[in-house]
């Protein structure tokens, strides 16, 4: 069996030692005589599971003790929703920063109990780039400020040349959705209120979430709610108020000592700057063949959308691509072209591969 170089946007690429070792795993969990799937999520075998995946993942990312660190079930997506339902009271403004579809989407999950503000929205230009911090029309006594870290479809990322990052917001708490550039660089989580991020991309198996919350945050009336929805009550249980998706929890914790045993987050930097450079290199030097139409300030490490000059050749592109063993590479239908996700799990040697046979389609095609 050969396995591709996957650029899925997410689902994504998992590593492949990570792969083998659940796949051990599946029939017999040590001499207990069960798979782990199949035990009880409340028995001592994956209350470890479940103890050590949140230690590793507070390592990984250096969560600071006053940031509780919750496991939930569903996406990113879910997550939005419950963000106004938990720290916004009736009436209470939310700022959002709009920078790309996710963005966009988040603003569809929130109650109507609360006021929106779009403080900033990129839409305008065709989310090519993120408006300056100085044109944000923030709401002094908001109950939060909510950005897009990586957006996943436009290929726009928060990065050191757009200005500070993460902006700042004075007093009020930043929100930021890191479901596609989580663990991709070191981060100073306490410049957050919550950090939340699907796990489909850089973390595991779709299914679960991470939410890293300021525990002084979860003290806020919020909306009325049910006890499902109240990031407190899932807290106070260790995050297993219900069920928990027990296996993708332990895949995603056999993902976060992987990012560990490869040198953490500051070599997945190193990493996602090499890989990076390298696509962007090859589409910058194609003399107009591909472009990228993001402002190079704001370019994203993580999701590279590109097209061909000539359209036309899209499927020949991607035909070609499957049989030279890379696959995902079809862009989203809200852009069209290409894009080409460049997750932890994917290695500079995957990248080097795409970059051969851009040059060689372009040699056929030019
Ligand atoms: N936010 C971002 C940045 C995403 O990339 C995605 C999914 N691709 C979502 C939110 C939605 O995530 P989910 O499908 O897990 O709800």
Partial sequence: MTRAYNFAPGPAALPESVLKQAQADMLEWGDAGASIVEMSHRGPEFMEVATRAEADLRTLLGVPDDYAVLFMAGGATTAQALLPLNFASDGDTVDYVVTGHWGKTALRQLTPAVRINIAASGEEGGYRSIPARESWQLTPGAAYVHVTANETIHGVEYRPAWGAVPPDTGDVPLFADFSSSIASEPIDISRYGVIYAGAQKNLGPVGISVVIVRRDLLARAGQPRADIFNYSSHLANGSMLNTPPTWNWYVAGLVFRWMLDEGGTAEFDRRSDEKSALLYGAIDGSGGFYRNEVDPAVRSRMNVPFFLADDTRNAAFLEGAREAGLIGLKGHRVLGG?????????????????????????????
Avoid: W
Avoid at 344 to 361: I, S
């Fill in 338 to 366: 290409m894009r080409a996700s460049i997750y932890n799990a994917m290695p500079v040697e995957g990248v080097r591969a795409l970059v051969a046979y851009m040059q060689d389609f372009q040699k056929r095609n030019g």
